[in-house]
């Protein structure tokens, strides 16, 4: 018995970026406000940081609000049509439900249904990740065109009165649409984990121990119902980090990773025309530059400084500035990289649109 041939989607070799979208909260967070929490100083937190102001959103504002907003500009820009998506990727580790995603609900509004949707969980990497899949279906002719967006709302789960990382963080939203290009748009990923450091970055505790407190309390009948939810509040898991360990594997393992991109790219650092670094701290991206030895015609993104550290947002958000305020840059390549909480790490080489 012969077995017939299956059909295959046509495929695309190559791929690019099309378009990229940005979303803000209006909230400003400064150095001064921080400073009401944590026994600290604006000079400090600059020095150390290289933070000065940070975007927070208001309650009613959501992690898939912001992710629409950036969208919907990606989208203007890349001249698509929500319907002609064939994917839409959201990287996110604050949506505050474990499912459905918040890429089901993000295409919906989009009017991008019925087009497979999904969330990626990578930290700081989330957005490199995104490229990486996004990628992969459009050259294996899953899809024509991808959208895929970095969104976080921190705010959400750090403690403002703790010192390892909260100062740091903000919250925003940063898209891109993947499509089929005639010339090379997106270098190969260079993406992987090393768990043996899963707990430089983490939460204080888990969401079991937050119900088994509350059940234990409740069932104990030593707290009613109303004190139930207060305690559940002030037990809600909150961000932390490592600051030591995270910032010398960022600067020694990193820039290897880095360096990897460019040559499997097949370009060297006076390729470039600009470096897009997640934006974890000012001074984690000056080493990286440093051991890069990047040329000083490059021109490195430090959009930390206004946006703090917005996790799967940081490099779509960096990104969308670079281009505003250079827009000579487009067409050039720029070398970009994610690294976070896992610990997980990804890196490409772009054409910028």
């Known amino acids: 018995m012969s077995v017939p041939t299956l059909k295959q989607a046509p495929l695309h ?6 378009g990229v979208g940005a979303y803000r909260p209006d909230v400003i967070v400064t150095n001064e406000d921080v400073c009401q929490w944590i026994d600290s100083s604006d000079e400090w937190i600059r020095q150390r940081t290289g933070i000065i102001t940070r975007h927070r959103a208001p309650a009613d504002i959501s992690v898939i609000d912001m992710a629409e907003g950036a969208a919907r500009e990606a989208l203007h ?3 698509i049509e929500a319907s002609q998506l064939g994917a839409v990727i959201v990287s996110t580790v604050t949506h505050p ?14 009017g991008a249904t019925p087009a497979p949707a999904f969330d990626i969980s990578a930290a700081c990497a989330g957005y490199c990740y995104g490229i990486a899949q996004a990628d992969a279906l459009v050259r294996s002719g899953a899809a024509n065109y991808v959208l895929v967006v970095g969104a976080e709302k921190l705010s959400d789960v750090i403690d403002n009165t703790e010192r390892t990382i909260s100062f740091l963080l903000g919250d925003g939203a940063g898209a891109v649409v993947i499509g089929p290009s005639d010339t090379p748009g997106i270098g190969p990923s260079v993406w992987g984990s090393d768990g043996s450091k899963w707990d430089a970055i983490g939460m204080t505790h888990s969401m079991l121990d937050l119900r088994e407190l509350a059940t234990a309390g409740r069932q104990g009948g030593a707290l009613s119902a109303e004190e139930a939810a207060v305690t559940d509040a002030a037990v809600w898991p909150t961000l932390r980090q490592d600051g030591q360990t995270v910032f010398r594997w960022a600067v020694w393992e990193m820039a290897k990773v880095a360096q990897q991109a460019l040559d499997v790219a097949g370009i060297t650092a006076e390729d470039l025309a600009a470096f897009i670094p997640h934006q974890a701290n000012m001074r984690i991206i000056d ?5 890069l030895k990047l040329p000083e015609h490059v021109i490195i993104a430090r959009d930390i400084a206004d946006a703090g550290n917005t996790s799967a947002a940081s490099i779509p958000l960096a990104t969308h500035r670079l281009l505003q305020e250079n827009p000579q840059l487009s067409g050039g390549l720029a070398l970009q ?3 976070g909480a896992g610990l997980v790490f990804g890196a490409q080489v ?3 649109p």
Do not use: H
């Not at 070799?13 to 099309?18: G, K, V």
């Open 287 to 291: 080493e990286m530059a440093k051991k």
């Open 337 to 339: 990289i994610g690294f």
């Open 97 to 110: 439900y474990a499912t459905p995603s918040a890429a089901a609900s993000l295409a919906d509004r989009l």
């Open 13 to 18: 070799e190559n791929t690019r970026i099309m």
């Open 350 to 352: 772009i054409v910028l």
């Open 77 to 79: 820009k890349a001249g």
